[in-house]
């Protein structure tokens, strides 16, 4: 069992274009079927006194896994390789 402690020191990162989201600032629970719902992530700093930084809402189910100091998790589209004048394999 882990702690809810133990998972707002974790950093979440998107597999589907690698970026660095930020640390989990709030935990959405559903009290009646015990289960999380969703988190929220705010920008990429852990300041919670830092305001105008971007928030994220991830759904449990996005959740791909939670490892030692990160959570993987799966949101929106992939990366767009033109953007970055790479060419596709």
Known sequence: MMRI???MEKEVINIKNGKKMGYITDIDLDINEGKVISFTILGDSR???????DEDVV???DILKVGCDTIIVNLGSEINLDEFNIDKL
Request: net charge neutral; no cysteine.
């Open 5 to 7: 402690s133990d998972i």
């Open 47 to 53: 300041n919670f006194f830092s305001r105008g930084s």
């Open 59 to 61: 759904f449990f189910s």
